[in-house]
């Protein structure tokens, strides 16, 4: 059985859900027997727990050695809790305000949050050490933020607001910031066109040569309705500066909302792919270090299939895909798992959760075991 960790948060009125699960070990010693904490099970759930939110989208959660789990939500901002679902320690900020926020572990232990024009750091136990506000015309929401290879922090996102015209011409680009190690923002390119505002990154990667490769969704030419785009990738050097851009879309909404970077070098996405107004599908490709597509695949129903997350599980051979279904258009989510062959991307199976619904979106994160 290939050890794949997958975390659920979904949203359903004005809670949420979060269900994963851990196993026990029994384990011989001098005293008798003891239980070690093992992460390997697949698809079975050992918690379930309920919090309270505004949005799925508020929500993101990463996992820690031990299965225990650090969140980040609405009041409190940030928590960990024990593999049983136990409160360990949660944290508010009176200094930060917002939503969506963005949840990396950094190299010291601590944790990097970005979320609505607020960039903050916390120590191991979620103690605040530095916050940083984006200071530009309009809101930079963050979407997707990393530690890089270097010791400082790149993030990626969009800008609030309608189209824009001079001097704002930031508003409606999509952007990728450069912080050092102390939050200060040392660089910002944009991205798009100003009067497109669902020119959108939702994720990024630091490519070998320590340039980044960021994706999400561009609109269509003309920007003739906001919803319809095309899925975007731009691969840049260090400084943000673009050395190749993909785009790949028809006529609907085509997006990628996770990338990971493969062990050949390449890059893995996921996200979703229109067919119709209402006929959209989960979206999932591969493509090499330059950009060129290996194979790309769309999958689902007559309605909604839609992908968050993607993860490599531990053999390297299965692609794992974490999103959501909407059986009727209108109606609540369902989350759902894809699993699909790393090397044709050919879909091999897809698992359904029926008890768990949302009103408003889900999110879901995928953790390879550590």
Same mark, same amino acid.
């Given at each position: 059985m290939?050890?794949v960790?997958?975390?659920?948060?979904s949203l359903?009125?004005i +809670?949420?859900?979060?269900?994963?699960?851990?196993g026990?070990n029994e384990v011989? $010693?001098?005293?008798?027997?003891s239980h070690?904490i093992?992460?390997?099970d697949l698809?079975?759930?050992n +918690?379930?727990? =309920?919090?309270s939110?505004?949005s799925?989208?508020? =929500?993101?959660i990463?996992?820690?050695?031990?299965c225990?789990y650090v969140?980040t939500g609405?009041?409190?901002?940030?928590?960990?809790?024990?593999y049983?679902?136990?409160?360990i320690?949660?944290?508010? =900020?009176?200094e930060? $305000?917002?939503?969506r926020?963005a949840l990396?572990?950094?190299?010291?232990g601590? +944790?990097?949050?970005?979320?609505?024009?607020?960039?903050?750091?916390?120590?191991? #136990?979620?103690?605040l050490?530095w916050?940083?506000?984006?200071?530009y015309?309009?809101?930079?929401?963050?979407?997707d933020i990393?530690?890089?290879?270097?010791?400082?922090?790149a993030?990626?996102?969009s *800008?609030?607001?309608?189209?824009?015209?001079?001097?704002?011409?930031?508003?409606?680009?999509?952007?990728?910031?450069k912080?050092n190690s102390?939050?200060v923002? *040392?660089?910002?390119?944009?991205?798009?066109r100003a009067l497109?505002?669902?020119?959108i990154l939702y994720?990024?990667?630091?490519?070998d040569?320590?340039?980044?490769v960021?994706?999400?969704?561009?609109?269509?030419?003309?920007?003739s309705?906001?919803?319809?785009?095309d #899925?975007?990738?731009?691969?840049? %050097?260090y400084?943000?500066n673009?050395e190749w851009?993909?785009?790949?879309?028809?006529d609907?909404w085509?997006?990628?909302?996770?990338i990971i970077k493969?062990?050949?070098?390449g890059y893995?996405?996921?996200?979703?792919?229109?067919?119709?107004r209402?006929?959209?599908?989960?979206? *999932? #490709?591969r493509?090499t270090?330059?950009g060129?597509?290996?194979?790309e695949?769309? +999958?689902g129903? @007559?309605?909604m299939d839609?992908?968050n997350?993607?993860i490599?599980?531990? %053999?390297?051979?299965?692609?794992? *895909?974490g999103?959501?279904?909407?059986?009727v258009p209108g109606q @609540?989510h369902?989350?759902?798992t894809w699993?699909v062959d790393?090397a044709t991307?050919q879909?091999l199976?897809?698992?359904e959760?029926?008890?768990? =619904?949302?009103?408003a979106?889900?999110?879901c994160?995928?953790e390879?075991n550590?």
């Open positions: 290939q050890s960790r997958v975390h659920y948060v359903v009125s +809670f949420s859900i979060l269900s994963f699960n851990c026990y011989a $010693t001098n005293n008798g027997m070690e093992e992460c390997t698809l079975d759930t +918690f379930v727990k =309920y919090f939110a505004l799925a989208d508020e =929500y993101n990463i996992r820690e050695s031990n225990s969140i609405n009041n409190p901002l940030l928590r960990k809790i024990d049983s679902g136990n409160e320690w949660s944290k508010d =900020y009176t930060v $305000t917002g939503s926020w990396k572990k950094t190299s010291d601590g +944790f990097i949050i970005g979320g609505s024009q607020y960039i903050f750091k916390t120590d191991s #136990l979620g103690e050490e916050h940083r506000k984006l200071e015309n309009y809101p930079h929401y963050v979407r990393i530690e890089t290879t270097q010791g400082d922090f993030a990626v996102g *800008v609030s607001g309608d189209p824009g015209s001079s001097p704002h011409y930031e508003k409606g680009q999509s952007f990728l910031v912080l102390e939050g923002p *040392v660089s910002i390119k944009r991205y798009g497109c505002p669902n020119d994720g990024l990667v630091q490519a040569d320590g340039g980044f960021v994706v999400g969704n561009i609109q269509h030419d003309g920007c309705f906001e919803w319809y785009d #899925l975007y990738v731009i691969k840049t %050097d400084d943000g673009g851009w993909l785009r790949l879309g028809g609907y085509d997006d990628a909302r996770d493969m062990p050949d070098g893995a996405l996921a996200g979703r792919k229109g067919l119709s209402w006929d959209i599908n989960l979206y *999932v #490709l493509i270090s330059e060129t597509v290996l194979w695949k769309n +999958f129903s @007559s309605t839609w992908g997350n993607v490599l599980s531990d %053999d390297g051979q299965v692609l794992l *895909v999103g959501f279904n909407i059986p @609540s369902v989350q759902k699993a790393v991307g879909w199976w897809s698992v959760d029926s008890a768990r =619904y949302g009103e979106n889900f999110n994160c995928l390879n550590d």
